[in-house]
């Protein structure tokens, strides 16, 4: 059974910065791509962040791109998510997922198996 737990996040006022981390555990399992999603309430999920397994790929939503930066610890099977200048609309659940076949980065949520439960994060104005 792969779990994958989400900490660190919170309320953040805009502008401010906020650190999310993820730890994946598992008999035997080696998580491959990594990334992080988000779903603000009314909509659909949406890719934030990826990363590859060796590290060296990595993939940013638009909307985030210069603003946020995913990492990663193969050594602990953990990633982080370094949020900084945040702004309401960043508000959202944020899940963690990681992939069982594809190596590099990807934003496309069906290449992930195995997701966490979900992290609240609030920005406000």
């Known amino acids: 059974q792969v779990q994958l737990v989400e900490s660190g996040g919170g309320l953040v006022q805009a502008g401010g910065s906020l650190r999310l981390s993820c730890a994946a555990s598992?008999?035997?399992?080696?998580?491959?791509?990594m990334g992080w999603f988000r779903q603000a309430p009314g909509k659909e999920r949406e890719p934030v962040a990826a990363?590859?397994?060796?590290?060296?790929?990595?993939y940013y939503a638009d909307s985030v791109k210069g603003r946020f930066t995913i990492s990663r610890d193969n050594a602990k099977n953990t990633v982080v998510l370094q949020m900084n200048s945040a702004k309401p609309e960043d508000t959202a659940v944020y899940y963690c997922?990681?992939?069982?076949?594809?190596?590099?980065?990807?934003?496309?949520?069906?290449?992930?198996?195995?997701w966490g439960q979900g992290i609240q994060v609030t920005v406000s104005s």
């Open positions: 990363i590859s397994w060796h590290g060296s790929n990595t």
């Open positions: 598992g008999r035997s399992f080696t998580p491959l791509a």
């Open positions: 997922a990681t992939s069982k076949t594809t190596i590099n980065a990807s934003g496309s949520s069906r290449n992930y198996a195995y």
